[in-house]
C-alpha cells in the first residue's frame, strides 16, 4: 500500500552539501513519522534522523547533529534530508522509511518501527 523512492544521492567533496529526497506513494497511510538510516559496508545500520506527521517533532543521530536538517512536505508525501558540512565518513548507502504508528506528533529511532522502506541511494563524500 506504501512504496518508498529515494533520490539525490551522489558524489561530493568533504566540507560540501548534499539533499536528498523521498516520496511516498499511497494514501492508506496519514499520520506517520518517516525517518533516514544510513549503512556503510561492515557496519551496523545507523539513525540519521525522523520527522513526525505534524513537522514539530525531530530526532537526529548524534554523528549528523548540528550538520543534518529533516523537513517534510505533507501535500506531496515527501521528506527532504539536507546534509551540510559532509565528511568522509558520512559515506553510506541512504535509506528512507516510514513509520505509520507514530500518529500526529510521535517519532521515534528504532529500525524496527518502521514498516516500509526505501531501495536506498548511495552518498560518497570524497576527502
Known amino acids: 500500500q506504501v512504496h518508498v523512492v529515494e533520490s539525490g544521492g551522489g558524489l561530493v567533496q568533504a566540507g560540501g552539501s548534499l539533499k536528498l529526497s523521498c516520496a511516498a506513494s499511497g494514501r492508506t497511510i496519514n499520520t506517520n513519522a518517516m525517518g533516514w538510516f544510513r549503512q556503510a559496508p561492515g557496519r551496523e545500520r545507523e539513525f540519521v534522523g525522523a520527522?513526525?506527521?505534524?513537522?514539530?517533532?525531530?530526532l537526529y543521530g548524534d554523528s549528523v547533529k548540528g550538520r543534518f536538517t529533516i523537513s517534510r512536505d505533507n501535500a506531496n508525501n515527501t521528506v527532504n534530508l539536507q546534509m551540510n558540512s559532509l565528511k568522509p565518513e558520512d559515506t553510506a548507502v541512504y535509506y528512507c522509511?516510514?513509520?505509520?504508528?507514530?500518529?500526529?506528533?510521535?517519532?521515534?529511532?528504532?529500525?524496527?518501527?518502521?514498516?516500509?522502506w526505501g531501495q536506498g541511494t548511495q552518498v560518497t563524500v570524497s576527502s
Open positions: 520527522i513526525a506527521w505534524g513537522g514539530g517533532n525531530t
Open positions: 522509511a516510514v513509520d505509520p504508528y507514530s500518529g500526529l506528533n510521535g517519532v521515534v529511532r528504532t529500525a524496527e518501527s518502521y514498516t516500509y
